[in-house]
């Protein structure tokens, strides 16, 4: 009698759970990451989306997690610069880019082209889904920006390169054929002169907000671009227009421009900062901060050295 009557139990309580437990009550909204379905739909969802770039930038230039940069692969091949370390065991990877002996798989020139492309990924996501937002034309200008920025990247380093601006859904898409240079070149100019139309000056950022993507910014990295393409003349009016915008110049003392006060000071076109929050062995952070923002200042002084000796193109 009490198997039967705890056998009637047990088919009560399985019963009764099956009825609690409905569909809807199986269906729960992922905790720890957003939807892309209704994500960017508010201005600060679209804040958090474009700074998630501006931090892409920053892995792309310094990659702690295994010690690829940017920086290093663009530098090392010449001769200012010497991959020595503590002997041949000391990051092989950036020693045989340093002896021009790397192969087409070098971890550190893949980590690059993968860096790279999640900026554009990145980019395509936000200017393909952005909602209607207060912010949008700010935002899509600087998404804009940063497409273009690593497209430049890729075609000064690698030529023709596969080129995305709705990112792939199938494994076919994503095997795209490279795109001739010209084509790359000339979809970077439509991206940069797309920015230009909608960003703010620089004076115009908020203070906090002033290493942003400005104006300035993208009419500089247009300068570069056809400076690249050979076409001086139009070199020389962009970037006299960035230097008659007066919005840049050189800071009264020179001693301050790495310290914190002075990031994304009046020298600064464009900057990648980071940040002293994350320990890492040897105090690299604070080593390393100085290279790509040199790298990226010197924009500043190219102008400035235009502005003087007033070369005529």
């Known amino acids: 009698m009490k198997t039967i009557l705890y056998k009637y139990m047990v088919v ?34 679209a804040e958090q989306a474009i700074i998630g770039i501006y931090d892409y930038l920053s892995v792309a230039y310094n990659n702690f997690n295994d010690w690829s940069s940017l920086y290093l692969v663009k530098l090392v091949p010449g001769d ?25 798989d070098n971890p550190a020139i893949t980590d690059i082209w993968h860096a790279l492309y999640r900026i554009v990924s990145s980019s395509n996501a936000l200017i393909n889904n952005i909602g209607d937002v207060e912010n949008k034309d700010q935002v899509v200008a600087e998404a804009k920006f940063f ?41 970077i100019e439509t991206d940069l002169e797309e920015a230009i139309a909608k960003l ?34 139009e070199a020389h009016t962009i970037l006299q227009t960035v230097i008659d915008s007066q919005e ?6 020179y001693g301050k421009i790495w310290m914190k006060e002075g990031r994304a000071g009046k020298e600064t076109i464009f900057e990648a900062l980071y940040s002293s929050k994350n320990g890492h062995d040897w105090e690299v ?14 924009w500043v002084h190219e102008v400035e050295l235009l502005q003087r000796l007033r070369i005529l193109v």
């Open 80 to 104: 200012d610069a010497y991959m020595g370390g503590a002997g041949p065991s000391d990051q092989p990877k950036l020693q045989d880019i340093d002896k021009l002996t790397h192969e087409a």
């Open 248 to 253: 840049y110049g050189l800071e009264e003392d």
């Open 200 to 233: 703010p000056l620089k004076s115009q950022l908020p203070e906090g907000q002033k290493f942003r993507i400005a104006k300035g910014t993208a009419q500089s990295l247009l300068g570069k671009v056809y400076l690249y393409q050979k076409k001086y003349g």
């Open 285 to 298: 952070p604070g080593m390393v901060l100085l290279n790509p923002t040199l790298l990226l200042s010197l």
């Open 147 to 187: 497409r273009a920025y690593a497209y430049f990247e890729l075609v000064t380093m690698f030529g023709a390169v596969p080129y995305y601006t709705e990112n792939p859904t199938s494994k076919a898409e994503e095997s795209k054929p490279r795109t001739p240079a010209a084509t790359v070149y000339a979809a």
């Open 12 to 45: 009560l309580l399985v019963l009764g759970g099956l009825a609690a437990c409905s569909e809807d009550n199986l269906v729960k909204n992922p905790t720890g990451r957003y939807d892309s379905d209704n994500f960017l739909t508010t201005e600060e969802e």
